[in-house]
């Protein structure tokens, strides 16, 4: 069964830094890996997506890089803002597109 | 941007009462799902629905859930006899199956409180 793993749980920066997010999942047999954002009481909005296929994805100050063979991926976020305050969660298909898997989540504090 | 909407964004009620949770996927998308979050915990998957069924259930989603596509726009998810347990975000989802991304779309969810 699919496990995901996001460490860490919570992350606190001040502003200007980079963040980097690690999420990791235990069946490397993946179509793609999706990073999502959600602020409190909120929904989830899709940043990236990845495919198996490749080794990274980016927009704008945000860059995702997947390594299936041992089973991680990383959400790089350049020159934080507080903006970006936010829960990020990492989520894979299990046995069918569409089924996801999610992480936990790790909860990003950017401070002015 | 095209967007998924769900309605209502808060909805409160009595244990044992029913409760349909009202979705519309982006226009052109064939894959629909419903998902929830305890507060608290992760996302889960509970629901995908296509060409007019069922495709995937979790063992949450039990004989008190239904889904529906009464239309061509909308997209229901009904609970028949709520649980304190079932107070939860739902979610709804989209996606194409035009291109083979797998890109999933979510909604802002519906809160849901069983008192």
């Known amino acids: 069964k699919q496990e995901v793993t996001q460490i860490p749980a919570a992350l606190s920066v001040p502003e200007g830094e980079n963040l980097v997010l690690n999420c990791s999942f235990t069946?490397?047999?993946?179509?793609?890996l999706q990073w999502f954002r959600q602020d409190p009481g909120k929904g989830l909005t899709s940043l990236l997506l990845i495919q198996s296929s490749q080794r990274e994805q980016t927009s704008g100050r945000l860059n995702a890089s997947l390594d299936k063979s041992s089973g991680r991926s990383t959400l790089y976020i350049a020159a934080s803002q507080p903006g970006d305050s936010a829960t990020y969660l990492c989520?894979?298909?299990?046995?069918?597109?569409?089924?996801?898997?999610f992480g936990a989540g790790t909860q990003v504090v950017v401070t002015p | 941007e095209p967007e998924v909407t769900q309605t209502p964004s808060h909805q409160v009620t009595q244990m044992g009462q029913e409760v349909i949770l009202r979705c519309v996927p982006i226009?052109?998308?064939?894959?629909f799902y419903w998902y929830r979050q305890i507060l608290g915990q992760k996302v889960e998957f509970l629901v995908s629905f296509y060409n007019n069924e069922i495709s995937e259930k979790s063992e949450i989603f039990d004989d008190q859930f239904s889904v529906e596509r009464p239309d061509g726009s909308n997209f229901t998810l009904k609970i028949r006899s709520t649980k304190l347990e079932d107070s939860a975000m739902y979610f709804c989802a989209s996606m194409t199956g035009a291109t083979n991304t797998g890109e999933l779309f979510f909604g802002e969810g519906s809160r849901l409180t069983v008192l």
């Open positions: 226009s052109n998308h064939l894959y």
């Open positions: 989520a894979v298909p299990t046995d069918s597109w569409g089924k996801l898997q």
């Open positions: 069946d490397s047999a993946i179509y793609n």
